[in-house]
């Protein structure tokens, strides 16, 4: 439809491969695009059928003719095609509206547009932000959630010490998920807590709340107090990473992974508020077309009680060896220091996280936003800009 | 195991099916159970490998023995296993904590209690409670989640007319779950808002938030002011009764409504807030047991757009048509009218609800709460009441 020719655009009612009915779009340069006629008659544009002020339909679909034909089809000033409908209503459609809904072309598809690294590429991905212009300016906290959503992990850097700075970064997206521990938690050495991170000895790679279905998506941890001399660094993984090289060396053992239910599980309580969690999935979660979801893995947080039979118990625990393996192997695992004033941003579904132990003091504020804010406050801000910039 | 005579109980070290190493304890009245070394050795109970406080477990992931071998076992006073492992490590397990995780008889397994419900058993399963008791009593605060769980659905009377109460109530369970809609939302007549719920005009089935992720579990929607002529009455249908019907009459179309991805939307503003959300996801979802986990039904919020290619759209709206019909259907879908005082509660990723149109003044304040936080609520309560009796 790139043709050099004039496009002269022309409608007819016709039969698709299944024999079902669908009107063809011509542009007159050999370009065709095809509607079937229940998705046209659905999707009527008009004032009754699709709100002006949202876009929404208002169709009643108990009292929608799901057999609707066209009686009469037309081109108006080559811009857009009118429809007349067996029941005497009338849409009519921009064809460069109809172009964005071409079912020749198949429809949009997410591309997954993660990237993912390792301890050698760890440095070159792990971009730090300023929080003054985080806050300030909308297209730095556009590029801060891009980079979350393709990288991960990164860090807004010179954000003073106050401890409301993880509620007053997460409200510049949205607003913090809560959870059981709270809008915001300390993470520091609290003998009252069940939570074994409120320790100061070593703390092993692992995702937050596996046992919430609803798990929180990207974990933003602000760092008030680190000890001067050694300990207390933050260690990373990638998941994403570590699921490639197991599924290159280990097909088995990723789909085991993949497939075998684990029982994660949370009892106790903070702040007076008790708890007992219990979510059963896989360590590895994909979606229906094979892309990795989510990631589960917290060794405190995995149940005694497996919800499997025990043919498949060695086979899960020879997977789960190699996982660790290849999360804890030197040229994956990437190491590195907070300093105060420091919020390490991470995804919550894909980086495995963890701490090494320490003598003295440590307090990080923790908080956590979601991804369905995140991914909404991102088309905002990337409608808004592209606005911007073509005004 | 239930037999007469006087359990003896003995350790073996042997092999299983699978020709790995496993231990069985025998009760020396023919009844066996089976635990495979790796998954003993990582659940040792001891301080240093369990904590005392919470249960959850220490061990290091990447320092652990995946292979090791006991070398000394020993029954104790008779309800106690011990164990020496290869790594001079020892571990002493309860008999009883063992045979609650008894490999043999398979491992507890979530079962489905939810009770499905027609137009003909809506009245028999739509249960009542007041609002003061579910307040002051625990018990009866149980009974409300319990209901929730199974029926989907229920009837909180008496709550007054205070705006505040949604929050309230949800505080006896957890908190609110916050939205772009707010921590908690009015539903009245609003012509600046672009969510169609905020209409006087009839509101069609639907269930809230599909285009979320993590859409909330339970709606807590409380009457504040109703027309007392006729309007506004609730409509409400079990869509796991439409699913059985759908899939005893036209299976194939219930494959289809619960594999084809359709893209959900909502792209607008509420008090100031603006928002762009996106998720794929069929109407039906099921977990990997094949038990429906989720219903995502809002025209409002079905996108132009189809993320599929076009062989599929027609048999989509085929099998649309069909689950239409019956959740419309007279036998399926219940009408009552909320009174002055009413909260209605019920689970979103089953019920869907709608709104007769109506003139005059009408006012709900809506809020959300999660299954995540019901579910804990339901365990911790459950455990505390029956601890009580057994004191």
Known sequence: MNGSGVRRWSATDTFGDDRRHEIQLDDGCGGRSRYPHTWLRNNCQCPSCTSAESGFRKQVICDFRFSSAPIRLQIINNDTLYVKWDDSH????????????????????????????????????????????????????????????????????????????????????????????????????????????????????????????????????????????????????????????????????????????????????????????????????????????????????????????????????DALEKFVKIAYNEKIISTFKMKPGDILTFDNYRVLHGRKGYQGSRLLIGGYLDWDLIKSRTRVLQSQLSNKINN
Request: net charge negative; hydrophobic share 30%.
């Open 90 to 317: 009338e849409s009519t459609y921009d064809l460069q509206w109809l172009l964005e809904r071409n079912f020749n072309e198949g429809q949009e598809r997410h591309e997954n547009q993660q990237v993912k690294w390792t301890a050698e590429s760890f440095s070159a991905i792990f971009r730090s932000f300023k929080y003054e212009d985080v806050i300030k300016s909308d297209e730095t906290l556009l590029q801060w959630l891009e980079t979350l959503a393709v990288h991960g992990i990164s860090m807004i850097k010179s954000c003073g010490l106050e401890q409301y700075r993880v509620k007053e970064l997460a409200g510049r997206v949205a607003f913090l998920k809560k959870t059981q521990y709270g809008e915001t938690f300390k993470v520091e050495v609290n003998s009252d807590a069940t939570n074994l991170a409120y320790r100061s000895t070593y703390l092993q790679l692992h995702t937050d709340l596996p046992y919430y279905e609803y798990t929180p998506g990207v974990i933003l941890l602000h760092c008030i107090v680190q000890p001067e001399s050694s300990g207390g660094e933050s260690e990373v993984t990638d998941g994403l990473s570590v699921c490639d090289r197991l599924k290159e060396t280990d097909l088995d053992s990723y789909k085991t992974l993949s497939t075998v239910p684990v029982r994660w599980i949370d009892r106790g309580h903070d702040d007076g508020y008790s708890f007992h969690n219990i979510y059963e999935s896989p360590v590895i979660c994909e979606d229906s077309y094979g892309n990795i979801k989510r990631i589960n893995f917290s060794e405190h947080h995995r149940d005694s009680k497996c919800p499997v039979s025990i043919d498949k118990v060695h086979i899960w625990y």
